[in-house]
């Protein structure tokens, strides 16, 4: 059940499934002595890449076949019945965060949580029905090695990827993931820990190695793998504020316009905002008729979009957008030559409530190329590894990529022979 009357939506609607209602799994680790011949593995996933569950008691609700009243968990992230004509509108006023006083909260009367903090479910598969597989691939090519069992050495940090890292809810997260890996440290006999972080999952990493000291990163921590990380942020995230991301699927399935309202209410969408550090004043993001916007202009770009909440929504970023070394030893992972939004065009009349002209340039359909080779300029770079094209590289498909897969399992086995970098690869162009 994702939120609305079945009985009274089929006479609104063409199509209409139910999701599956279910109990988040706690995820404990067993209290007993575990196999010591593996260093542990902590996954932290990226935006969207982590089920959330949702119950609500609402006053209102957007139409009169959407529950106002759901006692139970039930899926919230994903639900892909959720994402048709007028259903769609259900969904969004559940998943939709209120933004007053300078901070984040769910909808007034909803509740929220991510599943299976500690196990490995909440990552593997997106939707409960089993029709999205993010980290099923890497997670069960790494439990296949000898030693590693789910929920026990082999984990995941799964967190609600709406807000920031400096926000209450992100700060709460960065707690639960140092107490994950002390916990999995002292269950497994004190072996160090392998983190394994995807796009936005780096951002998140980097905010987290601020908050210990070096002593703790060095009894903690074996090695940080990063891919596809968004370090510099994404000129995608613009078009997700202006009009509404949806991946090109087909304006008369999915409302952009609706999609747009929950992007907007998101911290972490404006955290992915490219980042000045990278793209320069001189150096145009958005064409419109009437104006132009580079990184130093997010503020008028919000406000001449409609959505003037957005100038004091950027406020909140403030102290999480610096780019700090980790500190650990890193291993970095990304695709290449794809094409990637680089600059985005409105035609007129179309700015803002409708799609604009893409302007491609490098990186890996998600993340632009400057952004993902910020990791180059981590001290402690023990390796690095690129993957071209859509079928190796891709953002996403590169979880799927086998020779990712036995890369990082060679990786955290200790079976992996580093490229040496060119002098030439760390230089990056500000």
């Not at 059940?1 to 499934?17: A, K």
């Not at 901070?103 to 593997?124: K, L, M, P, Q």
């Not at 905010?207 to 210990?212: D, R, S, Y």
């Not at 957008?321 to 007129?348: E, M, N």
Request: hydrophobic share 35%; glycine share 8%; net charge neutral.
């Amino acid at each position: 059940m994702c939120g609305f009357n079945l009985t009274q939506i089929l006479l609104v609607s063409y199509f209409l499934v139910l999701c599956l209602a279910s109990e988040g799994n706690a995820g404990n680790v067993a209290d007993r002595g575990q196999d010591d011949s593996v260093d542990p593995v902590i996954i932290v996933p990226g935006i969207f890449g982590s089920q959330l569950d949702g119950k609500w008691n609402k006053t209102t609700s957007p139409h009169y076949y959407c529950y106002k009243t759901v006692p139970d968990w039930t899926t919230l992230w994903l639900c892909f019945q959720s994402m048709v004509p007028k259903v769609i509108d259900c969904w969004v006023d559940n998943m939709l965060l209120n933004f007053t006083e300078d901070s984040f909260r769910n909808r007034d009367g909803v509740e929220t949580r991510v599943n299976d903090f500690g196990g490995t479910g909440g990552v593997e598969i997106i939707d409960k029905n089993g029709y999205y597989p993010y980290m099923k691939a890497l997670v069960d090519g790494i439990a296949a090695i000898p030693g590693y069992e789910k929920g026990v050495n082999l984990r995941a940090a799964p967190y609600d990827f709406r807000y920031g890292a400096n926000s209450p809810t992100g700060k709460l997260f960065l707690q639960d993931l140092r107490q994950l890996i002390e916990d999995t440290f002292e269950k497994n006999k004190g072996r160090k820990m392998n983190i394994i972080a995807h796009s936005m999952g780096n951002l998140y990493m980097l905010e987290f190695f601020k908050t210990v000291s070096s002593s703790w990163k060095k009894k903690y921590i074996k090695r940080y793998i990063a891919v596809s990380g968004v370090f510099g942020g994404s000129v995608k995230s613009i078009r997700a504020l202006v009009s509404g991301e949806t991946e090109s699927i087909p304006r008369v399935l999915v409302d952009a316009n609706a999609v747009r309202a929950f992007q907007r209410s998101f911290q972490s969408i404006y955290w992915l905002l490219p980042r000045k550090q990278l793209w320069g004043a001189d150096e145009p993001l958005v064409f419109t008729p009437d104006k132009n916007y580079t990184v130093n202009e997010y503020a008028d770009l919000l406000d001449d979009a409609g959505f003037p909440d957005g100038r004091e929504i950027l406020k909140t970023l403030d102290g999480s957008l610096d780019f700090k070394d980790p500190g650990v030893d890193v291993y970095c992972i990304h695709g290449s030559d794809i094409p990637t939004a680089a600059q985005f065009r409105w035609k007129p009349k179309y700015f803002p409530d409708y799609q604009p002209n893409q302007i491609d340039g490098p990186g890996d359909g998600t993340v632009n190329k400057r952004s993902l080779e910020l990791c180059k300029k981590f001290k402690r770079l023990k390796d690095y590894k690129v993957y071209p094209g859509i079928k190796f590289g891709e953002h996403m498909q590169i979880l799927l990529n086998p020779d990712v897969i036995q890369y990082i399992k060679d990786v955290i086995s200790e079976t992996a022979t580093s490229r040496k970098l060119k002098a030439n690869d760390t230089e990056l162009v500000f």
